[in-house]
C-alpha cells in the first residue's frame, strides 16, 4: 500500500515512511460515539524493511483523530482502488467499512476477555485444589493447618 504523503523516497530501496504503530479507540457504549487517534512515527525503510525510528510524531508533529461519525461509513480500500485479499481466508475486502471493522474489534475483545476470565478461573480452582490438598495432607501427618 503506497502512499505518497506517508512516503519519501530517498533512494531506490531507501525510504522514509510514516505508520501508525500505536493506534488509541476510545469508545462509548452508551451511544456508541468515540474516536481513534492514529500515532504516527516515521521510520527509515530499506529494502521494505523498517530499520529504525527517524521521527517519532512525523513530518505533521501530532497525533491524527477521527471521530466514528467520519470513520465507520467510510469504505477506505474502495476510497483508494485498493484491491485488498484476507491473507488468512481468501476474501475479497475492498467493500469491508469501518463499521465492520469496529464489529470485528468488538467480537475479538469479546473472545479475548473470555479466554482471560477462563484462564483466571482455571488459576484460580487450581490453586484452591492445591491448598486444599495440602490441607488434606498437613492432616493426616497430623499437622491441622
Known amino acids: ?10 533512494s ?3 525510504s522514509e515512511i510514516t505508520y501508525s504503530p500505536r493506534v488509541d479507540i476510545q469508545w462509548s457504549p452508551l451511544d456508541n460515539s468515540g474516536r481513534i487517534t492514529f500515532k504516527p512515527t516515521q521510520y527509515l525503510v530499506v529494502s521494505d524493511e523498517p530499520q ?6 512525523s513530518k505533521l508533529g501530532r497525533n491524527v483523530r477521527i471521530d466514528f ?5 467510510r469504505m477506505f480500500f474502495e476510497e483508494n482502488g485498493i484491491a485488498f485479499v484476507d ?3 481468501g476474501i475479497d ?5 469501518g463499521a465492520a471493522i469496529m464489529e470485528f474489534i468488538k467480537v475479538a475483545f ?4 473470555g479466554e ?13 485444589a492445591a491448598q486444599a490438598a495440602a490441607n488434606a495432607l498437613a492432616a493426616l501427618e497430623g499437622n491441622d493447618p
Open 93 to 97: 475486502l475492498q467493500r469491508l467499512s
Open 87 to 89: 491473507p488468512v481466508s
Open 52 to 57: 529504525y525510528v527517524v521521527n517519532s510524531l
Open 69 to 73: 461519525s467520519e470513520i465507520l461509513p
Open 110 to 113: 469479546d473472545t479475548v476477555y
Open 1 to 10: 500500500m503506497t502512499n505518497s504523503h506517508r512516503t519519501k523516497p530517498i
Open 116 to 128: 482471560a476470565v477462563d484462564d483466571l478461573e482455571a488459576a484460580e480452582a487450581a490453586r484452591v
Open 12 to 14: 531506490d530501496d531507501v
